[in-house]
């Protein structure tokens, strides 16, 4: 889940049943007080633990870049990585090139776990030039963006990212009726 809106004071309501790995803004990070934040929730009966990147402190340092990952699993499958993301959408040169250069560091570390993984968010990457930065780091690890239809007006703002794109079946985008953005669904085969 992308823009959370959530702070350290805010609690998801009627959640007991899953699990919950969030990252709330931080105004130190970014200098905005509201909005922003991410969160994964998985059902409480899949096993869910927080997975601690290290790239993360110098994310925090250097880019306006959000994230929280886990590793799942669900009984004999394989664990996964799945990370949500949340890109601010500042188009100032040094913004997007700091942004960018997170986003690198961040796949880079998630190739390195030779672990199946999925990040996905609101990159807000709406700039044709700014989108095709990403394009290249994706062709260069190997990786694949598996949402080819708009996600907010004419452009795909939200992303799903993966090592294994083979295992993303029926990859939809849904109106949501209650967002600005369209919600970016796929079903995985992991065995």
């Not at 998630?110 to 062709?139: A, P």
């Amino acid at each position: 889940m992308s823009e959370t809106h959530l702070n350290p004071n805010k609690q998801l309501a009627n959640m007991n049943s899953f699990n919950i790995l969030r990252y709330d803004r931080s105004f130190q990070q970014c200098k905005k007080s509201k909005g922003g934040g991410v969160a994964l929730i998985v059902n409480s009966i899949i096993n869910t633990t927080a997975y601690n990147l290290k790239c993360f402190d110098k994310i925090c340092e250097t880019s306006h870049v959000e994230i929280t990952a886990g590793r799942i699993k669900s009984g004999h499958q394989k664990a996964i990585i799945v990370a949500a993301l949340y890109r601010p959408p500042n188009y100032k040169m040094k913004q997007i090139k700091s942004d960018i250069d997170a986003i690198e560091l961040i796949l880079s570390e998630l190739c390195d776990t030779n672990k199946h993984f999925y990040m996905l968010g609101d990159f807000n990457l709406r700039e044709g030039w700014v989108y095709s930065m990403l394009e290249q780091i994706c062709r260069k690890l190997n990786l694949r963006q598996i949402v080819q239809v708009p996600t907010r007006h004419n452009a795909i703002l939200d992303l799903i990212i993966t090592n294994k794109p083979d295992t993303c079946l029926n990859t939809q985008v849904i109106n949501s009726h209650i967002s600005d953005h369209h919600v970016i669904h796929t079903t995985l085969s992991i065995k």
